[in-house]
């Protein structure tokens, strides 16, 4: 920016400015700050050069410092600023000043600031000169006070300097520690500030060089690396891994690990803004894949993970609202012997806010690694426990099955809010059944079957959803205590045509059947499928689409009350 001087003129040679000019020039070219000194005669203030480029004028030389700063003042502070200003140079409460405010910056947004001035006088104890300050509070300090490292602002700034060159090229990697905050919590912040500026060192013993180490919010790293290739990031990040895998206390070998993400500039963003924000944007996306490793950007992983992101957000806005957005359907079982409705399997669903239909398969899993399936749990018992009472009016015997996640069992609340429910809506527990889903991830069989025990000696029976598609489906027949077992659409697919299949669900019927548990086959989609089922398996419990898909309730209330009126 061309900076006018003809303004400088205005400046008289018996004005304070035209004597420190010279110097003033010289100091601000030793700082970041925003410099000013007012001639109390004249009113001229001289401005530094970075005071003129932050508020885009014309000349290093105006006539009201306080009107301009007011302009730029957030509203609710420009009382206060006004207030201070008239204390000292109206009532000359004091020589000195220190005061703070939120002031405008170049991007548009807000950010606190300090201005610090001195009002001095000549040997006749006149005012003639008022000097200040302007410090952005959130750009001051340009190191991080635990490891020394340059922050984020200091990187911001490198990256924008490096950019500036049409050649560069290079990467911005941003590195994250895992559960650093187990050892805040386990060992005490004292400890972790100590670990935390021994990784620091740790990590930038093993960098190149000529490339510095910056530390970001919370435990987040950084780094530039300018000319840098895949390959070489790569060797560089399994040095960082394993230079910090020990973290030593007095008494302790604490492990840490790291997760790591990379942006390359220009062909992934040519803008300071937007390359860091890929960067932690694909750091992230490697601890979703399961922490320790590193994944570099990609537009695709990236559109994949802001949609997950911003479903995330709408789910938690939608529990916020009572789970509005929510609804249940419900998938009709039916007896395999006679094909008579016996009751139904409540399935969640999700409508977007355009009106859209959300697929399970989208936002479920999502929900089960948020916890906030949680939550939603609760409305889902809730609002099943309510259905299948009103059901029940019109098939005394009606059966409901709910999903339940191992999530929903480690919650200690779980248990009594399913009980609670049951006494407000007067439900015989012996209709209700809980299927467990992601059977495959139980790791503590114990655990499991103590909860689900509490819930077998209220009467609720316990299913076992999805059998067979886990590795080890005969090890969980052994060590899950349950009623039923229901068997994955996988082995009905080929029912018909497959020898393997037919004899395999033919004997897994067999044996549930040996030790006292019941069969609920899914995904039956055919008549010569449900005759086989039936006939040939002796199957307990069909649900598929040749008996019903899964319904709104208003929709399986016609069914119902039509079979009351065949029955009644």
């Not at 003129?9 to 018996?14: K, P, R, T």
């Not at 960098?207 to 987040?220: E, H, I, M, R, S």
């Amino acid at each position: 920016m061309t900076i006018n001087r003809e303004n400088d003129l205005a400046i008289g040679q018996d004005s304070p400015l035209y004597h420190i000019r010279q110097f003033f020039d010289a100091i601000q070219r030793t700082t970041d700050e925003y410099l000013f000194v007012v001639d109390l005669s004249s009113g001229l203030t001289l401005l530094s050069n970075n005071f003129v480029e932050e508020f885009n004028l014309q000349s290093n030389v105006i006539t009201d410092i306080d009107s301009l700063l007011m302009e730029n003042i957030y509203p609710d502070d420009q009382e206060r600023y006004a207030e201070s200003i008239h204390n000292i140079l109206i009532e000359k409460v004091s020589d000195t000043y220190e005061l703070e405010f939120r002031l405008l910056n170049q991007d548009g947004d807000y950010g606190w600031a300090e201005c610090r001035g001195f009002i001095s006088h000549d040997k006749d104890g006149n005012e003639i000169m008022r000097t200040g300050v302007v410090s952005r509070l959130d750009k001051r300090r340009h190191a991080d006070d635990v490891t020394g490292l340059l922050n984020r602002f200091s990187l911001s700034r490198a990256l924008r300097q490096e950019l500036s060159s049409p050649d560069s090229h290079g990467a911005v990697v941003s590195v994250g520690l895992d559960n650093f905050h187990v050892i805040s919590e386990t060992y005490g912040y004292h400890f972790a500030d100590i670990a935390m500026k021994q990784i620091a060192q740790n990590i930038s013993n093993v960098l190149p060089p000529d490339v510095n180490l910056y530390k970001l919010d919370g435990d987040q790293f950084a780094l530039m690396l300018p000319d840098a290739m895949p390959e070489e990031i790569e060797i560089i990040f399994a040095s960082i891994q394993l230079c910090m895998r020990e973290i030593r206390n007095v008494e302790d070998t604490i492990y840490c690990t790291a997760s790591a993400g990379a942006a390359f500039y220009p062909t992934d963003a040519d803008d300071e803004i937007t390359i860091l924000k890929y960067a932690e944007a694909a750091m992230e996306i490697a601890r979703q894949q399961g922490r320790d490793r590193i994944v570099f950007f990609s537009q695709e992983t990236y559109d994949r993970w802001r949609y997950d992101t911003s479903m995330q957000s709408l789910m938690q806005n939608c529990i916020a609202r009572g789970c509005e957005d929510f609804f249940l359907c419900f998938q009709p079982q039916v007896d395999a012997k006679n094909g008579h409705l016996i009751g139904a399997e409540a399935l969640l669903r999700w409508r977007d806010k355009d009106g859209s239909i959300i697929a399970p398969m989208q936002f479920i899993p999502m929900l089960e690694k948020s916890r906030m399936i949680i939550p939603v749990g609760h409305w889902i018992v809730e609002q099943a426990f309510a259905v299948c009472k009103e059901w029940q009016e019109y098939m005394p015997d009606f059966q409901m099955s709910i999903n339940i996640s191992l999530y929903q069992l480690e919650e200690h609340m779980f248990y009594p809010f399913v009980k609670d429910c049951l006494d407000r809506y007067g439900l015989r527990p012996e209709t209700i059944t809980f299927e467990l889903t992601e059977s495959q991830s139980v790791s503590d069989w114990e655990f499991v079957n103590r909860q689900f025990n509490q819930f077998h000696q209220l009467g609720i029976k316990i299913a076992m959803d999805d059998f067979g598609t886990g590795y080890s489906s005969l090890g969980f027949l052994k060590n899950f205590s349950c009623n039923l077992i229901k068997i994955d659409r996988l082995f009905v697919q080929d029912i018909l045509t497959g020898a393997f299949d037919q004899n395999l669900v033919k004997y897994t019927i067999m044996l549930c059947h040996s030790i006292g548990m019941e069969v609920c086959i899914e995904g039956v989609e055919e008549e010569e499928a449900y005759i086989f089922l039936r006939d040939e398996c002796k199957a307990d419990i069909i649900q598929g689409f040749y008996f019903g898909r899964p319904e709104r309730k208003q929709v399986f209330l016609r069914r119902l009350k039509s079979l009351k009126r065949k029955t009644g």
